[in-house]
């Protein structure tokens, strides 16, 4: 089945550095991602969608110099978190969709990232 | 702003109990209605999805019961286990918001031995 790879699954970074989500679809190609943000005994947020080879297109109230989101490739899809805070902390969800299976959405594991 | 609610916020039932998650959405647009089950600290995995041109889906021991007219939808499971305990999660998405998902508050459902 179609599987997205999500790294690191859980990452603990000191106030002002940035860190990099990976999302990787390993057996299909993802010509959309979504990203999520969700904190504690909440729901999805979307916060982000992004399309291979071009930029990607935020949700109102997030911020795309913060949010930085890369998808370079029909495989890889990346969120880099720039100048963390600790209200950054949060769990991080991927999402490609897969046209092709007709509102076929593979999710990732998720990453917990915690900023002290 | 929620685009689909998702009531109860909390739910206990007995083992082989039938619990019911209930969802309601205005945006006409919408035409996939998918159900997550999430456990905590790993992503939402789907359990069952449906089309508005059925009013009914079942699955295993999971039920989608779909009210097209009323604009909500609703989630059965039937014979629940303690393994069932978990997040339950709503959701909706059309070709008009980039097939992104929106999705309820959740429900978190606690099935007792």
């Known amino acids: 089945g179609a599987v997205v790879s999500q790294h690191p699954s859980w990452v603990i970074c000191k106030s002002g550095t940035s860190v990099k989500i990976e999302c990787r679809s390993l057996d299909f190609q993802a010509t959309t991602m979504f990203w999520y943000r969700q904190f504690p005994k909440q729901s999805l947020m979307l916060m982000a969608t992004s399309n291979e080879g071009s930029k990607a297109t935020y949700e109102q109230g997030v911020e795309k110099d913060k949010f930085l989101i890369n998808h370079a490739s029909l495989t890889l899809s990346t969120l880099t978190v720039t100048s963390a805070h600790p209200e950054d902390s949060s769990f991080y969800i991927c999402?490609?969709?897969?046209?092709?299976?007709?509102?076929?959405?593979?999710f990732g594991s998720g990453t917990r990232l915690t900023v002290v | 702003q929620q685009q689909v609610k998702q009531s109860p916020q909390s739910l206990i039932v007995q083992k082989g109990g039938i619990p019911i998650i209930n969802c309601a959405y205005e945006n006409t647009a919408f035409d996939y209605f998918p159900w997550y089950q999430q456990f905590p600290g790993k992503g939402p995995a789907l359990l069952i999805a449906i089309r508005p041109d059925v009013s009914e889906k079942k699955e295993g021991r999971f039920t989608i019961s779909f009210n097209k007219s009323a604009k909500q939808f609703s989630l059965h499971i039937m014979d629940s286990q303690p393994g069932d305990s978990a997040t339950y999660f709503c959701a909706a998405s059309t070709e008009n918001s980039g097939y992104a998902l929106n999705f309820g508050k959740g429900t978190s459902l606690l099935v007792t031995p």
């Open positions: 999402s490609a969709y897969r046209p092709d299976r007709g509102y076929g959405y593979t």
